[in-house]
């Protein structure tokens, strides 16, 4: 099995990603790009899907993360993409996506403090 610390680090990259591809970018220049509005919910999904392979005893000794809500964004992103509110993704990628990288960081600073996201097998860009 694959160890926890890559799954939150997984988070955490796929946050940054999500910043680095709305950098400067307005909401309505977010909701008129297909590719850009496309790229996002990826990697909402891969946040999503990481969120999903956590254990439940991981999960229940972090309940100040909305594991469930991440997991259900991600089934509804994945199964309902023609019913996916743009408005919604807009939210989770400025906001929630950020809010939630930081939980993470605290997270593995206080489980690995010794190993940052990024070191070991994941050196590669997310």
């Known amino acids: ?4 610390e890559l799954y939150l680090a997984d988070i955490v990259e796929a946050a940054e990603a999500i910043a ?3 950098e400067d970018v307005a909401r309505a220049t977010f909701l008129g790009n297909d590719l850009l509005r496309s790229a996002v919910l990826q990697k909402l999904s891969v946040i999503g899907e990481a969120a999903a392979r956590l254990s439940s ?3 229940a000794c972090h309940p100040e993360v909305e594991w469930a809500d991440i997991v259900a964004f991600r089934n509804i992103a994945v199964h309902a993409y023609f019913n996916v509110d743009w408005s919604i ?3 989770a ?3 929630d996506a950020p809010a939630l990288s ?3 960081m605290r997270i593995l600073r206080a489980e690995y403090p010794d190993e940052q996201p990024g070191d070991g097998e994941r ?3 997310a």
């Open 93 to 95: 990628a400025t906001q």
């Open 20 to 22: 680095r591809f709305l």
């Open 89 to 91: 993704v807009w939210v």
């Open 102 to 104: 930081e939980q993470i």
């Open 57 to 59: 005893e991981f999960t």
């Open 1 to 4: 099995m694959r160890p926890e």
């Open 123 to 125: 050196n590669g860009p």
